[in-house]
Nanobody, 117 residues
Framework: QVQLQESGPGLVKPSQTLSLTCTIS??????????WIWIRQPPGQGLQWIGG???????YYSPSLKSRTAIFRDTSKNQFTLQLNSVTPQDTAVYYC?????????WGQGTQVTVSS
């Protein structure tokens, strides 16, 4: 059974860096053709795709967030991490990690991140 779990601080101050880690169990982060992504849902809004990483380690980002975003992985820990720089209150959202292949997808339960001083 594949499970994803987000971890990180629930409160971040404006202008600081938001850092969240997704730990994968039941599958390898290098599983062929799997992709791992970050998505968020601001209050009262729909899901927003942030970016992702392929099984080969290539990262790609939403154009609107690309200048502030980095996604990288630690294969020894089977984890991938989101860093979002220079956050503002508009970055307040529930953040999800997800992933899988063509025939299946897996989601974490989500973690609330609030940007506030």
């Amino acid at each position: 059974q594949v499970q994803l779990q987000e971890s990180g601080p629930g409160l971040v101050k404006p202008s600081q860096t938001l850092s969240l880690t997704c730990t994968i169990s039941g599958a390898s982060i290098t599983t062929n053709y799997y992709t791992w992504i970050w998505i968020r849902q601001p209050p009262g809004q729909g899901l927003q795709w942030i970016g992702g990483m392929t099984y080969g380690g290539n990262s790609y980002y939403s154009p609107s967030l690309k200048s502030r975003t980095a996604i990288f992985r630690d294969t020894s820990k089977n984890q991938f991490t989101l860093q979002l720089n220079s956050v503002t209150p508009q970055d307040t959202a529930v953040y999800y990690c997800a992933g899988g292949g063509a025939a299946e997808d897996y989601w974490g339960q989500g973690t609330q991140v609030t940007v506030s001083s």
